[in-house]
């Protein structure tokens, strides 16, 4: 079938929920899931039903059906989860997500599925469907499909126990906001736009949520201590008490499945069909990475101490409350680069734009602004054209909305398969900007997301061409995934780039290449600390998964390894880890960053620093790397485009950028 005849088919009401009614209706949203998991069902009993010899045709495709409505179902359960306006669908939702996870863990225990796929003769299948297989049949061991009857109930309980605790937990940080108050002098660094989106009232008082556009400029800009403090603690604790008990209760879950199963922590099961392949290989990766960034935060840590003693002599130590200002202010003074002087440079649309046209130029596709509907109104909806043929479908859902999920993340709409499914993916973040009356400054950190979360949208559109549903675009080991989104991230350093789009929002001025230059020196300063604090996040996420749950005190062992691993001054009241999302889908991985860095920056070297959109590397890293998705391992995929395994020459070379040669006498 022609691709273009194929796209028009399969854009549906059958393909997108929200056109059957599912973002305003929890009935319509039931009966929709309803249909996809019936459909799964009925795959399923044609392939149990088979007689005769197993072939890839009577087996493997049968179950890949099944998979594609899983997915699919569960791909957008999760969407309207995170997104959907009213909170009973949000809520329906959350069931819905759950009993599709439910039926994803009946098929990793059915034995019978199991038996079909062994038995079928894949030795001269091409190296995608036998990666496929391999991977397929390894996942089905782990999940503990071999043992009795009565261990395989018991799984099944207890993964449906781990997915409540994990949608519980997700679902009380996005619904957990908070607000504090503050006065008007309180808010003394602050820019100008803030302070105008910011008015007091009657009583002289300013609200302020600990939505990211809120929180996030209170901790780089605010010289009131005692502001960014309320800030601070309102942010950490808006999920707790709450989830507090459920990750206790989630941890304590995860390690009974793996008891069952053999293992000896989730940490060893939850590694085993990763590439790190072992608990005890990221403890050796995490030793590396705390050599290889132990010098460099001391020496970043004195500069910033001193420079604050300058400011107030007598100070003993920065605390956790006020890094963030003090790098800010440290960059002004010795870099003599002020992050708010690029805001203006980085309205919200403009930005879209530039970083929507370097990715169609980095990997040769055009992207067209579709009058097809999203789920609300706010969503801007994007098809992906290649020469000519409709290839895919992207839905931009970019700032804050009540009660919708308040982090930055881009999630799968509907999984591709070649000449079955178009591949659609979105991204749901909470920007700054959306309402005609507010421009949308970001911050520079702020574009450099963008650019992250755009490249896990590539890899779900590009990767979202493969001949099987269960290798199609984020389906690569976790550990990989992280790849793609921060191989784009260093796009944003690129000067000539960054000049197509960034231009100041009232004048029309490009950003002055001095003041690039600057902000690429100041953004090099702190990337030892961005380590550290990694490492941090990293072992916390690791030891949860690594001992006994009885015996975790989750405020000892979270302020413990702070203290050891991070020079600032721990706070009393913090309760980060309830508000620490990544736990429920990374679980012991977070890992997955750091060790991905590593890779992601060496894939950078390859790139043509003088011509990085030109250059062949683009092409190579695309047909290489993202159209693969999981067709074959991570491993190979490195070695492809690199010819090698990946080094932490080039990891370690962005570690220690040079920035003391530009210092300015910090402390003058
Ligand atoms: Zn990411």
Redesign the pocket.
Known sequence: MPAETVAATQVSKEVHSWEAGGATSPEALTAWVGARLAGHEAALAALLAVEGPRTIENTLRLYDAALEQLSLAGAQAGVLNSVAKEKAVRDQAQMEAQRVAMAGSALSLNRGVYDALVAMDISSADSATRHFVERTRLQYRLSGVDKDQATRDRLQALHEKATKHSLDFSRNIQEGGKTIVATLSELDGLPPDYLSRHQPDARGQITLTTDQPDMQPVMTFASDHDLRERMFLAYNTRAYPANQQILLDLLATRQEIASVLGFSSWADLATADQMMGSAANVRKFLARLEEASRDGAVREHELVLEFVRSKQPGLKAIDITSRGYWYEQFRRSAFDFDSQSVRPYFPYKQVEAGVLETAAKLFKIEFRRSDAAGWDPAVSVYDVYEEGVHVGRFYLDMHPRDGKDKWF??APVVTGVRARYMPEAALICNFPGGDPDDPGLLQYSDVVTFF??F??LMHAILGGQTQWAGVSGFATEGDF??VP??MLEEFFRDENLLQTFAKHYETGEVLPSEIIRKMKTAGSFGRADWVRTQLYYTTLSLDLHDQDPATIDLDEITKRLYTSLVPWTWLDGNRMYASFGHLTGYSSNYYT?AFDKVIALDFFGQFDPADLLGCDAGARYRKLVLEQGGSKPGREMVRDFLGRDEEFAAFSKWLNEEFESQLISATA
């Open positions: 993340s881009a992250h979360e490249g896990h995934i992280e989104s921060q960053y």
